[in-house]
């Protein structure tokens, strides 16, 4: 599975910005899946999870009340909704298909990863 993700860019504070993430074959789309980021100097971090059909969602408390994770099965195409985007934001974020339905904040979990897409946002 290629993941190929987009729709970062540069934001002021207070701004939004919605990434998506398009899988390369329709057998993701029995997979969870999850967005992570990377900040200059530091670890992956969680950002967010989906189950298989979208019934089920998770978010690190960072980003909750901000960040919204969606997913189009017939589009073969996760999403993530930010708002209220804050400068600690600022990161590389990466989507990944996970090994079964449900989710994890767990990145070994997750065994393909999309190449990241940079979002900075400026105070």
């Known amino acids: 599975v290629q993941l190929q993700a987009s729709g970062g860019g540069l934001v002021q504070a207070g701004g939004s910005l919605r990434l998506s993430c398009t899988a390369s074959?329709?057998?993701?789309?029995?997979?969870?899946m999850a967005w992570f980021r990377q900040a200059p100097g530091k670890e992956r971090e969680f950002v967010a999870a989906?189950?298989?059909?979208?019934?089920?969602?998770f978010a690190a408390d960072s980003v909750q009340g901000r960040f919204t994770i969606s997913r189009d099965n017939t589009r073969n195409t996760v999403y993530l909704q930010m708002n209220s985007l804050k400068p600690e934001d600022t990161a590389v974020y990466y989507c990944?298909?996970?090994?079964?339905?449900?989710?994890?904040?767990?990145?070994?979990?997750?065994?393909?990863w999309g190449q990241g897409t940079l979002v900075t946002v400026s105070s």
């Open positions: 990944a298909v996970g090994r079964g339905s449900w989710y994890s904040s767990d990145r070994s979990f997750y065994n393909y």
């Open positions: 074959r329709r057998t993701a789309s029995n997979n969870g």
């Open positions: 989906i189950s298989w059909n979208g019934g089920s969602t």
